[in-house]
């Protein structure tokens, strides 16, 4: 199960989403479905928060990657989702390669 949570944030149409349970199966549709949701209401979203997700299953890493490289950053704890973000992060968004600890939730 996933629980999926908009977060309005101080800027005008932007969100954060708090996720909360394991993104696999199912569950990585729901969050695209919602991501491409927020996209048609033109809401953009600068944080996805993964500090309460207990599991990512490859389809979800590849949905996690499509969401970096459309903007999103990351703020994650415990040490597979670390190591995850840290994974999709280190190529930058264009590839070119860059690790940022913002993204990695350390140093914030």
Not at 21 to 41: C, D, F, I, K, T
Not at 49 to 65: C, E, P, R, Y
Request: aromatic letters at 6%.
């Amino acid at each position: 199960m996933l629980k999926i949570t908009g977060q309005r944030n101080a800027a005008p149409d932007s969100m954060s989403l708090i996720l909360e349970g394991r993104l696999a199966g199912p569950w990585v549709e729901e969050l695209h479905s919602y991501w491409r949701q927020m996209s048609v209401n033109q809401q953009s979203c600068t944080v996805v928060d993964l500090t309460g997700v207990t599991f990512i299953d490859a389809n979800g890493k590849s949905l996690l990657i499509k969401l970096w490289q459309q903007g999103a950053e990351f703020r994650a704890a415990g040490c597979m989702t670390r190591c995850i973000v840290e994974e999709i992060t280190k190529t930058g968004r264009t590839g070119s390669s860059r690790v940022s600890r913002k993204d990695t939730g350390e140093g914030s």
